[in-house]
C-alpha cells in the first residue's frame, strides 16, 4: 500500500541504505580474499621474477592491520598448503617460499601453534582412499614441502620441546611411509640443519629430531646415518643416543660392514632400536645416488687416505662391483664412481680409480649391446673433465697413472681417448715428471706375469709415452725448461733417458719378466718417434733431444745390450769429437756460422743413434758425415756428398729421419751446387716400376738369369706406354707411408692399387690362359685320352705318379709369378714415397733458394712429373713446389737474374713442348704458371722479350687450332696468357 512518501532516487548521496553488518563483512572478506587469490594464483607462474612479486605483495597485504587480517591469513595458510601439493612445474617452489613468509608472519602476528598448523597440513594433504596414485603422491610430497615451510619460518628457535617433538614425529611419521618419502624428509632435514635457521635450534630441539628417528627404527637408514653425522659435527654437545654406532661414530672401521649394508639398501636389521623387536626395512630398486652420498664422502674426505681408502675398498668397489653384484646395482655404483671422481680430493683419487670398477668398465665397454655400454661412458667423461678443469693438474696425474696401473693391452676406443686426454691435461713439470718416471717404471714391472701379456703391456705403455710428446707439439715450450731455454725439460729427460736404457741397455732396476727381444726393439722404435717429433723444433732445440739420446748412450756402453764391434766404436769416437767441435763453435760463431755447426750437430748426433742401432750401413754413413763435417768448405764434392747422405735418410721410411733431413738441408740449402741439385732431380725422373727401383737402388732381381731382366724389361716397355696418363681420373685416396695425404672419398684402394690393377687387369687373363694351357699340356702328357675318357677321372696310379712332378713345376711358376707382380707393386709405392720425400726437401729449397739461378733447374723436371707420376698427391706436391717458388719469388720481388736469355728461351720452348704432351688439369696448370714465370724474368730483363715470347704462344695456339680436337694442349693455357699480358 502507498504510503505517499517518495521513493529516493539513486543518485541522491545523502541517501544511506540500511545493510546488515554481518552482510557487510561477508562482502568485504569476498573482496579481499578475491584479491589474495589473484596474488596467489601468482605464485604457480613459471617465471621466477613474477613469482618473487607476488610473494611480496601477498605479505605486504597480510601485514596490513585489518579486521578481517586472521581470516585472511588462515585463508591464505589453506591456499599455500593447497597449493604445494600441486603437480604444477613451478607451484611447490612458489608456494612453498610463500607458505613459509606466512607462516612467520602468522605465528608472530596471530596465536597460531605448532601442533595445530601440523595438524592443519596432515589433514589437508591427506590423500582420498580413492584418489589415483599420482593425485596421493603429490599430496604426499605436498605434505613434505609444507614441513619445510614450517622449518623455514623459524619456528622452532622458540617452540617447546613438546612441540619440536610434535613436528620431528610427524617428519618421521612420513619419512616411515615410502622409501623415496625416507629420502624426501632425510634431504629436508639435513638441509634445515645446515641452514641459518637450523644453526640457531636449541640441543634439546635437535635430541628431540634424533629420538624421532630413533623411535620411528630409521636412525641405521642413509638418511639416519646423515643426520647423526651432521648433528654430532654441527652440535657438539648434544648427546646422541648410546648404543647405536662405534664410539658413536658410523664411519667407524668396526662399523663399516653395517655402514656398507645401509647404503646399499639392504634389509637392515634394526632390533637394538624399537627395544629387541624385529624389525626390517625392504630394499627398493636405486635410479640414482641418494644425497646422502654426497654428504657422507664429503666427511670421509677429510677423514684422511687410510680411512678413506678403506671405506671405499668395502663398501664401493668390492661390495657393489663384485661379480655376483646385479646390472641395477652397477649402473648405481657408476653413478658413485662419476660422483667421487667429480668431487674427491687429488690426494684420494688413486682410491678412487679401484681395478673392480675399472673391469667393469671395460666390460661393459668391450660390446655395444652390453647392458650398460652408455652408463659406463659417463665416468669416463668425468675423468677428463676433472683433469682439465682443475686448478693445476694433479687430478689428471692421479687419474691416468692409476689407470695405466689397472688397464690391460687392449682397450675400447673411448677408454683410449681418456688416457690421452687426460695425458693432454697434464701441464705441470712436476706431474709429468712423476707420470713419465711411473710410466718406465710400470714398464720394467707391469705385473703381469705372464710373458706375452706383459710384452702387450709394454707395448701399450710405450705408446703412452710417444702419445705425452705428441700431445704437447702445440705448445713445445714444455719440452724446456723457460720459453728461451735450450735445456730439457726434467720430465722429457726421464722419459728419453728411460726408453733408452730399456731399448738399449741393461743397467737400471730389474725387469719383470724379463724384456723380450721384440720388446726392446718396439721401444727404440718408440724412442725414433719420440725424437721424430723433437727434431720438427727450431734446429737449436730439434737438436737437443737427440744428443741427449747420444749421451745416455754414452754413458751406458759397457752394458749395451748388443755389444758394438770395433769399427763402430772408431767412428762414435770421432763423431764425438766432432760433436763437440760443432757445440763450441756454434755457441761462438756468426748467426749463419752457429746455424750451420747446429745442422752438423744433428747431423752427427742422429748418425750415432743409427750406430748404436745397428742399422745397415750405418757405420759408412756416419764416416760420410764425419768427412763432411771435416772439410765442408775445402772438399769440391761434400756438397754433392751430403745431398746423398739426406737422400739416404728421406729414402727410410721413418718420419724422423726425413724431419732431419728436412732440417739439415734447410741449413746446408745455400751450399747445394748444380751437381747436387741434379741428383736430387734424377730421383724425380725415375720410373715408378720394380726395374726403377732396381736401378735407383743398385738392386739386382734375384730370378735375374731365369729370364727376369727380359721380364723387366717388358715391364718397362709397358710402364713407358703408360706414364703419360690423365691424374685427374684417379682416386683422391693417396697412402703415404701409412698416412692418408689426401682423401676426399672413402676408397679401400689407394691410387697405386687402382693404378696397378689397371695395368696388370689384362696380364693377369693372360698369365690365366697361360696356366690353364700348361695345365692341360701337363695332363695331356700324362696320357689322358680325351676320347676314350671326357672327364679323366679313371687315370692308374702310374699316370698319376707321372702327372706329380709336372703339375708341381706349373704350381711353382704361377706362385713365382704372383710374388714378381707384389713386388712391382711395392718398388712402384716405394719409389713415388722416395719423390714425394724429395718434393719435400725441394720446398725447403725454393722458400730459401728461390734467387739462385740453379733454382730454375727444376721447372721442366717438375712440370715433367706432374704427368709422368701415377700419383695424384705426388703430381699436386710437384706443382705445390712450382707454386712455393713462384709466390717466394713475388713476395719478395726478386728472383734468378738470368745471364743468359737465349737459354731460358730454350727451357721455355721445354716447357711449350710438355704443353703438346697433354695430360692432367695439374699438369696444364704447372705448364702455363711456369711458362708465366719464364715470362716476367725474360721481359723484366728486356721489354723486347714480350715479342719472342707471344710469338711461341701465337705458333702454340696455331697448333691448337690447326689439330682441333686432336691437340692435347688445354685451352686454359691461352686464358691465362691472354690474362698475363694484358696486365701491364
Given at each position: 500500500?502507498?504510503?505517499?512518501?517518495?521513493?529516493?532516487?539513486?543518485?541522491?548521496?545523502?541517501?544511506?541504505?540500511a545493510i546488515h553488518p554481518s552482510r557487510k563483512r561477508r562482502v568485504e572478506n569476498g573482496q579481499s580474499q578475491a584479491e589474495l587469490a589473484k596474488i596467489i594464483d601468482n605464485l604457480r607462474d613459471e617465471v621466477p621474477q613474477v613469482r618473487i612479486e607476488a610473494t611480496k605483495a601477498l605479505i605486504k597485504t597480510l601485514s596490513?592491520?585489518?579486521?578481517?587480517?586472521?581470516?585472511?591469513?588462515?585463508?591464505?595458510?589453506?591456499?599455500?598448503?593447497?597449493?604445494?601439493?600441486?603437480?604444477?612445474?613451478?607451484?611447490?617452489?612458489?608456494?612453498?617460499?610463500?607458505?613459509?613468509?606466512?607462516?612467520?608472519?602468522?605465528?608472530?602476528?596471530?596465536?597460531?601453534?605448532?601442533?595445530?598448523?601440523?595438524?592443519?597440513?596432515?589433514?589437508?594433504?591427506?590423500?582420498?582412499?580413492?584418489?589415483?596414485?599420482?593425485?596421493?603422491?603429490?599430496?604426499?610430497?605436498?605434505?613434505?614441502?609444507?614441513?619445510?615451510?614450517?622449518?623455514?619460518?623459524?619456528?622452532?628457535?622458540?617452540?617447546?620441546?613438546?612441540?619440536?617433538?610434535?613436528?620431528?614425529?610427524?617428519?618421521?611419521?612420513?619419512?616411515?611411509?615410502?622409501?623415496?618419502?625416507?629420502?624426501?624428509?632425510?634431504?629436508?632435514?639435513?638441509?634445515?640443519?645446515?641452514?641459518?635457521?637450523?644453526?640457531?635450534?636449541?640441543?634439546?630441539?635437535?635430541?628431540?629430531?634424533?629420538?624421532?628417528?630413533?623411535?620411528?627404527?630409521?636412525?641405521?637408514?642413509?638418511?639416519?646415518?646423515?643426520?647423526?653425522?651432521?648433528?654430532?659435527?654441527?652440535?657438539?654437545?648434544?648427546?646422541?643416543?648410546?648404543?647405536?654406532?662405534?664410539?658413536?661414530?658410523?664411519?667407524?672401521?668396526?662399523?663399516?660392514?653395517?655402514?656398507?649394508?645401509?647404503?646399499?639398501?639392504?634389509?637392515?636389521?634394526?632390533?637394538?632400536?624399537?627395544?629387541?623387536?624385529?624389525?626390517?626395512?625392504?630394499?627398493?630398486?636405486?635410479?640414482?645416488?641418494?644425497?646422502?652420498?654426497?654428504?657422507?664422502?664429503?666427511?670421509?674426505?677429510?677423514?684422511?687416505?687410510?680411512?678413506?681408502?678403506?671405506?671405499?675398498?668395502?663398501?664401493?668397489?668390492?661390495?657393489?662391483?663384485?661379480?655376483?653384484?646385479?646390472?641395477?646395482?652397477?649402473?648405481?655404483?657408476?653413478?658413485?664412481?662419476?660422483?667421487?671422481?667429480?668431487?674427491?680430493?687429488?690426494?684420494?683419487?688413486?682410491?678412487?680409480?679401484?681395478?673392480?670398477?675399472?673391469?667393469?668398465?671395460?666390460?661393459?665397454?668391450?660390446?655395444?649391446?652390453?647392458?650398460?655400454?652408455?652408463?659406463?661412458?659417463?665416468?669416463?667423461?668425468?675423468?677428463?673433465?676433472?683433469?682439465?678443469?682443475?686448478?693445476?693438474?694433479?687430478?689428471?696425474?692421479?687419474?691416468?697413472?692409476?689407470?695405466?696401473?689397472?688397464?690391460?693391452?687392449?682397450?675400447?676406443?673411448?677408454?683410449?681417448?681418456?688416457?690421452?686426454?687426460?695425458?693432454?691435461?697434464?701441464?705441470?713439470?712436476?706431474?709429468?715428471?712423476?707420470?713419465?718416471?711411473?710410466?718406465?717404471?710400470?714398464?720394467?714391472?707391469?705385473?703381469?706375469?705372464?710373458?706375452?701379456?706383459?710384452?702387450?703391456?709394454?707395448?701399450?705403455?710405450?705408446?703412452?709415452?710417444?702419445?705425452?710428446?705428441?700431445?704437447?707439439?702445440?705448445?713445445?715450450?714444455?719440452?724446456?725448461?723457460?720459453?728461451?731455454?735450450?735445456?730439457?725439460?726434467?720430465?722429457?729427460?726421464?722419459?728419453?733417458?728411460?726408453?733408452?736404457?730399456?731399448?738399449?741397455?741393461?743397467?737400471?732396476?730389474?725387469?719383470?719378466?724379463?724384456?723380450?727381444?721384440?720388446?726392446?726393439?718396439?721401444?727404440?722404435?718408440?724412442?725414433?718417434?719420440?725424437?721424430?717429433?723433437?727434431?720438427?723444433?727450431?734446429?737449436?732445440?730439434?737438436?737437443?733431444?737427440?744428443?741427449?739420446?747420444?749421451?745416455?748412450?754414452?754413458?751406458?756402453?759397457?752394458?749395451?745390450?748388443?755389444?758394438?764391434?770395433?769399427?763402430?766404436?772408431?767412428?762414435?769416437?770421432?763423431?764425438?769429437?766432432?760433436l763437440k767441435d760443432a757445440t763450441k763453435k756454434s755457441t761462438s760463431t756468426t748467426s749463419g756460422t752457429a746455424t750451420y755447426m747446429q745442422a752438423f750437430r744433428l747431423l752427427l748426433a742422429l748418425g750415432m743413434l743409427q750406430v748404436y742401432k745397428q742399422e745397415p750401413d750405418s757405420i759408412g754413413v756416419l764416416e760420410d758425415?764425419?768427412?763432411?763435417?771435416?772439410?765442408?768448405?775445402?772438399?769440391?764434392?761434400?756438397?754433392?756428398?751430403?745431398?746423398?747422405?739426406?737422400?739416404?735418410?728421406?729414402?727410410?721410411?721413418?718420419?724422423?729421419?726425413?724431419?732431419?733431413?728436412?732440417?739439415?738441408?734447410?741449413?746446408?740449402?745455400?751450399?747445394?751446387?748444380?751437381?747436387?741439385?741434379?741428383?736430387?732431380?734424377?730421383?724425380?725422373?725415375?720410373?715408378?716400376?720394380?726395374?726403377?727401383?732396381?736401378?735407383?737402388?743398385?738392386?739386382?732381381?734375384?730370378?735375374?738369369?731365369?729370364?727376369?731382366?727380359?721380364?723387366?724389361?717388358?715391364?718397362?716397355?709397358?710402364?713407358?706406354?703408360?706414364?703419360?696418363?690423365?691424374?685427374?681420373?684417379?682416386?683422391?685416396?693417396?697412402?703415404?707411408?701409412?698416412?692418408?695425404?689426401?682423401?676426399?672419398?672413402?676408397?679401400?684402394?689407394?691410387?697405386?692399387?687402382?693404378?696397378?690393377?689397371?695395368?696388370?687387369?689384362?696380364?693377369?687373363?693372360?698369365?690365366?690362359?697361360?696356366?690353364?694351357?700348361?695345365?692341360?699340356?701337363?695332363?695331356?702328357?700324362?696320357?689322358?685320352?680325351?676320347?676314350?675318357d671326357e672327364d679323366g677321372s679313371d687315370m692308374d696310379d702310374e699316370q698319376m705318379m707321372a702327372l706329380e712332378p709336372h703339375l708341381t713345376n706349373i704350381f711353382k711358376e704361377r706362385q713365382k709369378g704372383s710374388s714378381k707382380k707384389q713386388d712391382n707393386k711395392d718398388a712402384k709405392e716405394n719409389i713415388v714415397n722416395f719423390?714425394?720425400?724429395?718434393?719435400?726437401?725441394?720446398?725447403?729449397?725454393?722458400?730459401?733458394?728461390?734467387?739462385?739461378?740453379?733454382?730454375?733447374?727444376?721447372?721442366?723436371?717438375?712440370?715433367?712429373?706432374?704427368?709422368?707420376?701415377?700419383?695424384?698427391?705426388?703430381?699436386?706436391?710437384?706443382?705445390?713446389?712450382?707454386?712455393?717458388?713462384?709466390?717466394?719469388?713475388?713476395?719478395?720481388?726478386?728472383?734468378?737474374?738470368?745471364?743468359?736469355?737465349?737459354?731460358?728461351?730454350?727451357?721455355?720452348?721445354?716447357?711449350?713442348?710438355?704443353?703438346?704432351?697433354?695430360?692432367?688439369?695439374?699438369?696444364?696448370?704447372?705448364?702455363?704458371?711456369?711458362?708465366?714465370?719464364?715470362?716476367?724474368?725474360?721481359?723484366?730483363?728486356?721489354?723486347?722479350?714480350?715479342?719472342?715470347?707471344?710469338?711461341?704462344?701465337?705458333?702454340?695456339?696455331?697448333?691448337?687450332?690447326?689439330?682441333?680436337?686432336?691437340?692435347?694442349?688445354?685451352?686454359?693455357?691461352?686464358?691465362?696468357?691472354?690474362?698475363?699480358?694484358?696486365?701491364?
Amino acid at each position: 500500500m502507498a504510503t505517499g512518501k517518495k521513493r529516493p532516487a539513486p543518485q541522491d548521496e545523502d541517501v544511506e541504505v540500511a545493510i546488515h553488518p554481518s552482510r557487510k563483512r561477508r562482502v568485504e572478506n569476498g573482496q579481499s580474499q578475491a584479491e589474495l587469490a589473484k596474488i596467489i594464483d601468482n605464485l604457480r607462474d613459471e617465471v621466477p621474477q613474477v613469482r618473487i612479486e607476488a610473494t611480496k605483495a601477498l605479505i605486504k597485504t597480510l601485514s596490513a592491520k585489518s579486521d578481517d587480517r586472521s581470516q585472511n591469513l588462515d585463508y591464505s595458510l589453506n591456499r599455500l598448503i593447497k597449493g604445494v601439493c600441486s603437480g604444477a612445474k613451478a607451484a611447490r617452489p612458489g608456494f612453498s617460499i610463500a607458505l613459509a613468509e606466512v607462516l612467520r608472519l602468522g605465528f608472530t602476528a596471530s596465536e597460531w601453534k605448532l601442533p595445530g598448523i601440523v595438524d592443519r597440513i596432515i589433514a589437508s594433504t591427506n590423500p582420498d582412499s580413492k584418489a589415483h596414485s599420482d593425485e596421493k603422491r603429490n599430496d604426499l610430497i605436498g605434505r613434505r614441502f609444507a614441513f619445510q615451510s614450517v622449518l623455514q619460518s623459524g619456528v622452532l628457535a622458540n617452540a617447546s620441546d613438546n612441540d619440536a617433538r610434535y613436528l620431528f614425529d610427524a617428519v618421521t611419521e612420513l619419512a616411515s611411509q615410502k622409501e623415496w618419502l625416507r629420502g624426501e624428509c632425510g634431504a629436508m632435514l639435513y638441509e634445515f640443519l645446515k641452514s641459518k635457521e637450523g644453526s640457531q635450534l636449541k640441543d634439546e630441539t635437535v635430541r628431540n629430531l634424533i629420538n624421532s628417528w630413533l623411535d620411528k627404527g630409521l636412525l641405521k637408514s642413509p638418511e639416519g646415518v646423515v643426520l647423526w653425522l651432521t648433528i654430532k659435527k654441527a652440535f657438539p654437545d648434544v648427546k646422541l643416543p648410546k648404543g647405536q654406532w662405534h664410539h658413536n661414530d658410523p664411519l667407524s672401521s668396526q662399523e663399516r660392514s653395517t655402514l656398507g649394508k645401509i647404503l646399499q639398501k639392504n634389509a637392515v636389521e634394526a632390533g637394538e632400536e624399537t627395544n629387541g623387536a624385529a624389525k626390517k626395512q625392504s630394499g627398493a630398486r636405486q635410479v640414482k645416488p641418494s644425497f646422502v652420498w654426497d654428504v657422507i664422502l664429503g666427511y670421509l674426505y677429510k677423514e684422511g687416505e687410510n680411512k678413506f681408502s678403506q671405506f671405499w675398498d668395502e663398501c664401493v668397489a668390492t661390495s657393489v662391483f663384485s661379480t655376483a653384484s646385479s646390472t641395477e646395482r652397477k649402473a648405481l655404483g657408476l653413478q658413485i664412481f662419476t660422483k667421487a671422481i667429480g668431487t674427491a680430493p687429488a690426494e684420494l683419487l688413486q682410491y678412487v680409480v679401484h681395478p673392480n670398477i675399472v673391469r667393469c668398465i671395460l666390460d661393459q665397454r668391450a660390446k655395444g649391446d652390453r647392458a650398460l655400454f652408455e652408463a659406463a661412458k659417463v665416468p669416463l667423461n668425468q675423468m677428463v673433465n676433472r683433469g682439465r678443469n682443475d686448478d693445476g693438474s694433479d687430478a689428471a696425474q692421479a687419474i691416468v697413472s692409476k689407470l695405466l696401473t689397472i688397464l690391460p693391452p687392449n682397450v675400447d676406443k673411448l677408454t683410449r681417448s681418456t688416457v690421452e686426454s687426460l695425458l693432454a691435461a697434464i701441464d705441470e713439470d712436476d706431474d709429468l715428471a712423476n707420470t713419465a718416471v711411473g710410466v718406465i717404471s710400470l714398464m720394467r714391472t707391469p705385473g703381469l706375469e705372464d710373458t706375452a701379456e706383459a710384452e702387450k703391456k709394454r707395448r701399450m705403455l710405450a705408446d703412452v709415452l710417444l702419445t705425452i710428446i705428441r700431445a704437447r707439439r702445440g705448445e713445445p715450450e714444455q719440452f724446456f725448461d723457460g720459453p728461451e731455454s735450450t735445456q730439457l725439460a726434467e720430465w722429457l729427460s726421464e722419459l728419453l733417458k728411460g726408453l733408452t736404457n730399456l731399448g738399449y741397455s741393461t743397467s737400471g732396476a730389474k725387469t719383470i719378466p724379463s724384456l723380450t727381444a721384440t720388446s726392446q726393439s718396439l721401444f727404440r722404435d718408440r724412442l725414433m718417434s719420440c725424437l721424430g717429433h723433437l727434431v720438427d723444433l727450431p734446429l737449436n732445440r730439434a737438436l737437443l733431444a737427440p744428443t741427449f739420446v747420444v749421451e745416455t748412450l754414452r754413458e751406458a756402453e759397457k752394458s749395451l745390450l748388443d755389444k758394438l764391434s770395433d769399427e763402430a766404436l772408431a767412428v762414435l769416437k770421432d763423431a764425438r769429437k766432432n760433436l763437440k767441435d760443432a757445440t763450441k763453435k756454434s755457441t761462438s760463431t756468426t748467426s749463419g756460422t752457429a746455424t750451420y755447426m747446429q745442422a752438423f750437430r744433428l747431423l752427427l748426433a742422429l748418425g750415432m743413434l743409427q750406430v748404436y742401432k745397428q742399422e745397415p750401413d750405418s757405420i759408412g754413413v756416419l764416416e760420410d758425415i764425419n768427412a763432411c763435417y771435416h772439410s765442408p768448405k775445402e772438399a769440391g764434392d761434400a756438397s754433392e756428398m751430403l745431398v746423398e747422405l739426406l737422400l739416404s735418410f728421406v729414402s727410410k721410411q721413418s718420419a724422423l729421419f726425413r724431419k732431419l733431413a728436412e732440417q739439415v738441408f734447410a741449413a746446408f740449402a745455400s751450399e747445394v751446387t748444380e751437381d747436387g741439385l741434379q741428383s736430387m732431380i734424377d730421383i724425380l725422373s725415375q720410373k715408378e716400376s720394380l726395374a726403377g727401383q732396381q736401378e735407383l737402388f743398385d738392386q739386382n732381381d734375384e730370378d735375374e738369369a731365369d729370364g727376369g731382366a727380359e721380364e723387366s724389361d717388358e715391364e718397362d716397355g709397358e710402364d713407358d706406354e703408360e706414364e703419360e696418363i690423365d691424374v685427374e681420373d684417379m682416386s683422391d685416396v693417396e697412402l703415404v707411408n701409412g698416412e692418408v695425404v689426401e682423401k676426399e672419398d672413402d676408397d679401400d684402394d689407394d691410387d697405386l692399387n687402382s693404378d696397378e690393377d689397371s695395368e696388370g687387369g689384362e696380364g693377369d687373363e693372360d698369365e690365366e690362359a697361360a696356366f690353364d694351357r700348361k695345365l692341360a699340356d701337363a695332363l695331356g702328357t700324362a696320357g689322358m685320352d680325351s676320347d676314350e675318357d671326357e672327364d679323366g677321372s679313371d687315370m692308374d696310379d702310374e699316370q698319376m705318379m707321372a702327372l706329380e712332378p709336372h703339375l708341381t713345376n706349373i704350381f711353382k711358376e704361377r706362385q713365382k709369378g704372383s710374388s714378381k707382380k707384389q713386388d712391382n707393386k711395392d718398388a712402384k709405392e716405394n719409389i713415388v714415397n722416395f719423390k714425394n720425400r724429395v718434393l719435400d726437401l725441394l720446398t725447403v729449397f725454393v722458400k730459401s733458394q728461390y734467387a739462385k739461378d740453379i733454382t730454375l733447374n727444376l721447372l721442366h723436371p717438375l712440370v715433367t712429373l706432374t704427368r709422368t707420376t701415377s700419383n695424384q698427391a705426388t703430381a699436386k706436391k710437384a706443382l705445390g713446389v712450382l707454386e712455393q717458388y713462384f709466390d717466394t719469388c713475388k713476395r719478395f720481388k726478386t728472383g734468378p737474374k738470368l745471364d743468359s736469355a737465349s737459354l731460358h728461351f730454350t727451357l721455355l720452348d721445354a716447357i711449350h713442348e710438355e704443353m703438346r704432351q697433354g695430360g692432367s688439369k695439374i699438369h696444364a696448370g704447372a705448364c702455363s704458371r711456369s711458362s708465366q714465370f719464364l715470362a716476367k724474368l725474360l721481359v723484366a730483363k728486356d721489354e723486347k722479350h714480350w715479342e719472342a715470347v707471344a710469338g711461341r704462344y701465337v705458333k702454340l695456339q696455331a697448333e691448337w687450332r690447326r689439330d682441333g680436337e686432336k691437340s692435347k694442349i688445354h685451352p686454359s693455357v691461352f686464358n691465362e696468357w691472354h690474362s698475363w699480358s694484358m696486365q701491364r
